[in-house]
T-cell receptor, first 117, second 112 residues
Framework: GAVVSQHPSWVICKSGTSVKIECRSL??????MFWYRQFPKQSLMLMAT?????????EQGVEKDKFLINHASLTLSTLTVTSAHPEDSSFYIC?????????????FGNGTRLTVT | GENVEQHPSTLSVQEGDSAVIKCTYS??????FPWYKQELGKGPQLIID?????GEKKDQRIAVTLNKTAKHFSLHITETQPEDSAVYFC???????????FGGGTRVLVKP
């Protein structure tokens, strides 16, 4: 089956530093990937849609300069949390849809738990 | 935009009993409805999905039903086992669109 690998699975950083999270589709190509944020005991909140070779589309209220997204290849998207603060601590999850297959299901990575101290 | 409501938010069942989770959606154009299972500290895993041209789909102990007229769909888990304990999310999406709208989630606890 389709596998999405997310790295790292957890990270602790100091306030003011930046953290990069990688999302890779291991056995399929993904023109589009999605980044979600999940707070404890809540549903997934879509942050942005990452498109290979073009700019990401951010949801309302999500700061694009704060959460930098790069989708440089058909198998890799990265989310960089810049100048992280404690309120950015959360569970970040990516998902990807195979490029070929009009209604292919979304496959999710295992998430990255970010803790900003 | 699409709005997906999910009930109940928590569900406790005895091992061997059935569990039912219900979702309603608002956009009649939505035509793909996946269900995800999320275990603690992990990402959501697709367990079953249904498209709008089908009313019911079954995979072993899991089944999903869809009522397009009423705009609701349900997940049925039969003969529940402790390993079914997790948070379950329903979702809806339009074929031509990309955004998956999630329900609020149901925390299922299967008691041995």
């Amino acid at each position: 089956g389709a596998v999405v690998s997310q790295h790292p699975s957890w990270v602790i950083c100091k306030s003011g530093t930046s953290v990069k999270i990688e999302c890779r589709s291991l056995d399929f190509q993904a023109t589009t990937m999605f980044w979600y944020r999940q707070f404890p005991k809540q549903s997934l909140m879509l942050m942005a849609t990452s498109n290979e070779g073009s700019k990401a589309t951010y949801e309302q209220g999500v700061e694009k300069d704060k959460f930098l997204i790069n989708h440089a290849s058909l198998t890799l998207s990265t989310l960089t949390v810049t100048s992280a603060h404690p309120e950015d601590s959360s569970f970040y999850i990516c998902s990807a849809r195979p490029t070929f297959g009009a209604d292919s299901p979304l496959h999710f990575g295992n998430g990255t738990r970010l803790t900003v101290t | 935009g699409e709005n997906v409501e999910q009930h109940p938010s928590t569900l406790s069942v005895q091992e061997g009993d059935s569990a039912v989770i219900k979702c309603t959606y608002s956009d009649s154009a939505s035509n793909y409805f996946p269900w995800y299972k999320q275990e603690l500290g992990k990402g959501p895993q697709l367990i079953i999905d249904i498209r709008s041209n089908v009313g019911e789909k079954k995979d072993q102990r899991i089944a999903v039903t869809l009522n397009k007229t009423a705009k609701h769909f349900s997940l049925h888990i039969t003969e529940t086992q402790p390993e079914d304990s997790a948070v379950y999310f329903c979702a809806a999406i339009k074929a031509a669109g990309n955004k998956l709208t999630f329900g609020g989630g149901t925390r299922v606890l299967v008691k041995p």
